[in-house]
């Protein structure tokens, strides 16, 4: 399987702190109470994905790399996505379809985004749908409970098939220490093996920390799935200052 090693970055400026780990709330769990809303938005496409189009072969290109952006709900439903250069990318991923402890996912707001979709997929960009959790205690019952974690896959492996995505992103954060070594990295591996073995072709991937405080075991977890993405604007505190552009 060939492994591929991602950094997201974002357009700000950042800093770099060498000081010990701290408990704290994640970048992604931030934004979603900052800018993310509760209240559920109807789509304005079929709910069944019908008029989905499949991935096309992408059109000539000057990128080398994978570039892997990420599309929140609270963007989509701003109009955001009007503004996408699809050129620039080679996949999308919507964010967030939200995992709970018993294995359900609860689509973003306005899903079906059959025009973000469709859109992507003329220009060859990969649709990625991206499963969240960001309750340790929640993530540790996806990670050992056997009926939990069938449901979950079902899940993702349904969502993927019905809308015609093109692979599962998982960010899960905020894990205990103890969960995030082989435990996390068995569970992904579980998963990359049950999507290529029923959805032949789609990807898994991994959001992972820019900084391994502790547990974490990074080689092993990107040998689990087809591409590792670190979260490198998970920067703050005192210390050196980067602008990554």
Excluded: C
């Amino acid at each position: 399987m060939k492994k591929t090693l991602l950094t997201s970055l974002s357009l700000l400026v950042f800093t770099l702190s060498f000081s010990q780990e701290i408990d704290r709330k994640s970048t992604h769990q931030q934004h979603s109470e900052e800018f993310g809303y509760t209240k559920i938005l109807k789509s304005s496409y079929n709910p069944n994905g019908v008029d989905i189009i499949p991935l096309q072969t992408k059109k000539s290109t000057n990128l080398s790399k994978i570039i892997f952006g990420f599309l929140p709900y609270w963007e989509y439903s701003s109009g955001a996505h009007d503004n996408l250069q699809y050129d620039l990318l080679t996949h999308i991923a919507a964010f967030d379809f939200k995992a709970s402890a018993s294995g359900t996912i609860t689509n973003p707001s306005g899903w079906p985004w059959t025009n973000v979709i469709n859109a992507a997929h003329t220009e060859g960009v990969k649709v990625i749908m991206a499963v969240t959790n960001f309750n340790s205690s929640q993530i540790h019952t996806l990670l050992t409970n056997s009926t939990s974690k069938t449901a979950l896959f079902t899940a993702i492996k349904n969502t993927i098939t019905t809308y015609q995505l093109d692979g599962v992103n998982i960010d899960f954060e905020g894990l205990d220490s103890a969960d995030r070594g082989s435990l996390i990295n068995t569970f992904m591996a579980d998963l990359t093996d049950y999507i290529h073995t029923n959805l032949p072709g789609k990807e898994v991937s991994f959001d992972a920390p820019a900084v391994n405080w502790s547990g974490w075991e990074l080689n092993d977890l990107a040998e689990a799935v087809d591409q590792l993405i670190v979260m490198a604007y998970d920067y703050n505190g005192s210390g050196v200052h980067i602008l990554l552009r």
